[in-house]
């Protein structure tokens, strides 16, 4: 169980309750999403940039 930040607090002092073996764990599946979306936008770039025939 974990405290809540106190009222007031900025993001920085909020980051503390953030475990590093969590962010670890989250970081592959991050990446995972950037590769995907970085994929998908240039399908979608290069479709735009096709003229239509």
Known sequence: MS???PRGSSC???A????FSHTIFGLPFALAAVA???RHACRT????STPAA
């Open 36 to 38: 995907l979306a970085h």
């Open 45 to 48: 770039a290069a479709r735009a």
């Open 16 to 19: 503390v309750l953030v475990r």
């Open 12 to 14: 920085a002092a909020s």
């Open 3 to 5: 405290a809540a930040p």
